[in-house]
């Protein structure tokens, strides 16, 4: 007994030091790394925090939904306080402009980890050497759960959402979470993100077939729904008060992810739109070294960064494609890969026919809470092919090249100073030391809170 301790006690070990760096590496993302959306919107979503901390007003309003393409003037804003409070009450108990950022990035941490825990209790072949650290450290899940902005919060809900939502569906769950648990876990994270992304829209239908399938197989409709809303509750009851404000409705607001009718454009950007949905759980880095492709272009040469881009951005291109062919494979193992399948299609069509009828971009912002989803179903298929040599060979080599090319990237980015850290954080400081929320800057024209 006594001789398995101390190996139980390395194990343990190595894996909190591997933690602990890779939350090293997340946080310096977060901070340093040029930002995904223009740095004016964690501007904007760092002055809503600063307001609540600076005054003690409630914030009855969180992040600006804005007219495309400009971006500068607000339609309206999500309702409810919570945004504020996770960027403002950090600040009451350290006032640095670090605490947000520390805590954005426990939660991520958690709800990633949770994710690859989920993926491995699925497919318990693969070493979690392996799953853990390739949620942790996908391109877009660090530049998307790290910085100061409201996708970071959506996506890391959404790993707690969709773990507890296939938990919660009788043909997709593994027994891991009791049903009623699930329920009120789905509600609890569901909740938080209405307050964020108008994106919660797109798992509304995920959610009445989720309830749908608990009454057929329980023959108690009310069950899901109830505990959903048990669950859900306690973070609705914030928006109580916005939803009281004379002047705001919320129906007619929360039809803000759409703008306009049909929009023929997105219309014929299927497979566009298509690789996209697969390409944010892939090592499709490119994408973030620059806005042009002559700027990514520089950016290699400057840093020598040829040797590992080309064949990641080759790998990146296969990810894609297999993920995209094995929508066509059928096999009855591993447990629940048909009903993943069909529920990974259904939300992809369903994504689809919503950018139908929106001025909104097709770009990955869009709809990238459904991350967590794709990016169960993408280890399913890399578990189809983990017994080839090749192909474990080649999933490493993408994972341990991919951490190098960042952290390689991460070091020559912050020279540039691009980040909103590395721009605002003396004045944030001073902000916060001040408390004066106008000192880092002004709200969008037609601003609520």
Known sequence: MSSGKPSTYFRWGGWALLLLALFALRLAFGLWAPPVQPVADELQTTLIGLKYYATG???????????????????????????????????????????????????????????????????PHLPPLFVIPWVL?????????????????????????????????PSLSLGWISLPWANILTGIFFSAWVQFHRTWVLVLPLLAISFFLQWRSTQ????????????????????APT???PGYHFFRDASGFSYGGFNPKNFIKFFGILAQFFAMVCYEMLHFLG????????????????????????GGCAQVLALVGFLAFRHSTPPCWA?????????????????????????????CEMLPLVMLYSIYVWGFGWKKAWVRVGLWFILVGGIC?????????????????????????????????????????????
């Open 57 to 123: 007003a409630w914030p009855y309003y969180g992040n600006d939904v804005v007219l495309p393409p400009q971006n500068a003037v607000i339609l309206t804003q999500d309702p409810g306080p919570l945004e504020a409070f996770l960027i403002g009450l950090p600040w009451k108990l350290w006032p640095s402009p670090l605490a947000p950022f520390l805590l954005l990035n426990l939660l991520s941490l958690g709800g990633l980890c949770l994710l690859g825990i989920y993926a491995l209790k699925r497919l």
């Open 137 to 169: 450290t996908a391109p877009w899940c660090l530049h998307y759960s790290t910085g100061l902005i409201n996708l970071s919060y959506t996506v890391t809900f959404a790993c707690y959402f969709f773990v507890a939502l296939l938990e919660s569906t």
């Open 220 to 239: 108690r409709w009310y069950r899901g729904p109830l505990f959903f809303l048990l669950g859900a509750s306690p973070l609705l009851a914030l928006i």
């Open 243 to 245: 939803l009281l404000l």
């Open 291 to 314: 806005i042009h492709t002559a700027d990514r272009i520089q950016f290699l040469s400057q840093n020598n960064l040829w040797v590992l881009a080309t064949p990641l951005f080759v």
């Open 339 to 367: 009903p993943m399948k069909k529920l990974i299609l259904f939300a992809f069509f369903f994504t689809y026919f919503c950018l139908l009828f929106t001025s909104k971009s097709t770009e990955i912002n869009t709809f």
């Open 405 to 449: 090319f960042q952290v390689w990237c991460l070091f020559a980015w912050m020279p540039e100073k691009g980040s909103f850290y590395a721009q605002y954080g003396d004045t944030l400081n001073k902000a916060i030391v001040q408390k004066d929320d106008h000192l880092l800057g002004e709200r969008r024209p037609g601003y609520l809170y």
